[in-house]
């Protein structure tokens, strides 16, 4: 399995919001948000593990700012960090009005998701390969996550 780059699997989705996305305000669902989120991570995830990911765990996802009927939504995603068998993705998302204007961001999130095999259990995934000091930033802070994350469950499991 030959190391991948952030930059092989990075995916960038647009899709303008309509009136099917919001509220009676005109202001878009932050559930709609989140399954745009969930959508660029399982495909930037695909792409560098190679094969079906799904969603183990949301680390973080914040909302800055509103999105509104008529914004062009943009979507980014690019791999942080890789263990054996899962990958954090790290989710931008702005918007910027329809008719132009300036780009907003909107929210972040953070998601591990985990590599599927054929028999739907966990599997193996490329290293990462970074050549850039924002990739090493992104992964040194994706491992204190990480760490954060383990101590956490480890916590909660202790008042059992």
Do not use: W
């Not at 960038?12 to 309509?18: E, K, L, Q, S």
């Not at 919001?22 to 792409?47: F, K, P, Q």
Request: one cysteine or more.
């Amino acid at each position: 399995m030959n190391p991948k780059r952030p930059s092989e699997s990075a995916v960038t989705f647009a899709r303008t919001m309509t009136q099917l996305d919001a509220n009676m305000l005109g202001n878009v669902h932050g559930g709609v948000i989140m399954r745009e989120v969930d959508s660029a991570a399982g495909t930037t995830a695909l792409r560098h593990a190679g094969r079906p990911c799904v969603t183990a765990a949301i680390d973080e996802l914040s909302f800055f700012a509103p999105v509104h009927v008529g914004d062009i939504l943009v979507v980014s995603a690019r791999v942080n960090d890789v263990g054996r068998t899962s990958l954090e993705v790290g989710v931008r998302v702005e918007a910027e009005p329809l008719a132009g204007g300036d780009r907003r961001h909107t929210t972040s999130a953070y998601l591990v998701m985990v590599a599927l095999g054929d028999d739907g259990h966990p599997v193996a995934v490329p290293e990462l390969l970074t050549d850039s000091e924002e990739d090493e930033r992104r992964r040194r802070q994706a491992r204190v996550r990480r760490q954060i994350r383990a101590e956490r469950l480890e916590r909660l499991r202790a008042h059992d």
